[in-house]
């Protein structure tokens, strides 16, 4: 079993279209990124030992956009 992201994502929507039964798919971008994106936001937040700085640093983000993301997830 491969641990790429990319091969987790596919497997993981290819999953997901399977058991929609018949539904009609909607707001998948919203729900992939915020599948992804509070996970990898809870780890930075941690290597970076809480320094929000830091973290802004390693995702590449401004630390304004990392606090309003933390804050969107209640992470803060």
Not at 7 to 28: K, M, Q, S, V
Not at 38 to 45: C, D, G
Request: charged share 25%; with cysteine; proline share 3%.
């Amino acid at each position: 079993m491969s641990t790429d992201i990319g091969d987790c994502i596919r497997r993981n929507l290819n999953r997901y279209f399977r058991d929609l039964d018949g539904e009609t798919p909607h707001a998948i971008y919203d729900m992939v990124i915020a599948s992804v994106e509070k996970p990898m936001l809870e780890v930075i937040m941690k290597q970076a030992a809480g320094n929000q700085t830091i973290a802004a640093d390693m995702l590449g983000i401004s630390r304004s956009t990392l606090r309003r993301k933390l804050t969107e997830y209640n992470l803060s």
